[in-house]
């Protein structure tokens, strides 16, 4: 048998599924064929690679994943008991928010055992607003907020995600992670709506040179028409001159619509 | 217990009957993503985000199947979404860092580091099914159907890895530092 026969047994012989006859002639090949018998070799030394073990951590973090995944399910059985307990699925859903559809649900319901201890807390009359323990709640609050702004936004379902998207406009002070995902929802979400609810939260933080940067940029033929023309107004409204380039670019593609054209020649005069 | 009858409670809610699978599988995963990254951290994440995955969509499982061949697939799904989120910061990865060897170098022979390097070396697809066939025991029909592909396609491409490995280990062996 020559060399290249002997490659089509190969692999059956390597993982010992050949019969002996066979096994034999591939045997007597290699022997007397330097390649061929490099090759197997090769395969074999690969048993020389250790096998190596992951640190620790790999199991607690696995641990931890599986606590919370069980006190997740406990806890919708019975919400108002143990209000300590909730932490760990809130740590639990920081890493992973983007693969965890009830997120959203939890996050409500976490969300809302909070407001009612504030609710609780503002009751008492000689509180006084510096009291340490609010501070904290309204951080956490904030973050949850935020928490539930960002798991919604990845929904399924465009009725969700817009809810995601109001959400996001509760938010004093949004985070990068939650502009961040206000504008990948803007640039692909496949609903309209939610895109110019996405469009609407942003003009929000207009103020912000980077999130006018970034605006200026989405501002792309691929987009619908709608949001474009949301996009040119909200440019003219914040004002924004260093957007006028973008906008001469964007006028000479062939591929908008020509109302679009006509909206981008009046935002042009507007902002000179 | 078998793995599938394991899953199988893990699908009816058993949450702690992952702990058994995860017991049996994380080590040859974690090594299965270690050769095909060579990197330690990132195995792990993704060893994690597996047995997440396993949580999430247990539903999925069907019960006639080999557990084995679902959690693969699972596995390679993860790397292939791991790589697209990571474009940019991977493409330098496995192919150009020859000096990534194992922690324990000085433990290991010549040959084994050198084994190593050009493994690393040759093309992630060739990596990809020697890893799956050497290391992780899964026979070429299974491999097959991992892949999508028919199980002469993977036989060949076991063949050409090893032929690759060969030239990739030669040329490292010949310009090897001496003294060693």
Redesign the interface.
Known sequence: MNCEAIGELLPDYLQGRLNPDLAGEVEKHLSGCPVCGEEAALWKNLALLPEEQPSPALQSRFKAMLESYQEGRWEKSSLTAEKNKSSMPMLWGLGNWRQMPIAGVVWACVFLLCGFLIGRQMQRPVQTAEDPRIDALRTEVASMRQMVALSMLQQQSASQRLEGVSWSTRLQQPDPKVLDALFHTLRFDNSVDVRLASLDALSRYAGQPEVRRELVSALQEKQSPLVQIGLIDLLVDVHDRNAVPQLKRFQQDPKIDPNVRKHVDWGIDQLN | MSDEELMAQVRS?V??M??VL?ERY??PL??FY??LTGD?GV??DL??EV???I??YRHSYRMDTSFRAWMYQIARNARLDYLRKHRSEVSWEPEMSPAMA???TAQ??Q??VL??AA?MRISEEKREV?VL???QDL??EEIAQLLGCEVNT??TR??RA??E??QV?HQLESGKPQGR
């Open positions: 809610g949450g702690e992952l702990g995860f994380h080590v974690f090594n270690r050769k330690r195995s792990e060893v994690q047995f997440f995955r949580l999430k194992p922690v324990d290991q022979s040959e084994a084994l190593h493994l020697l066939s050497r290391f026979k070429y993977v036989k076991v063949h090893l032929q490995l060969r280990f």
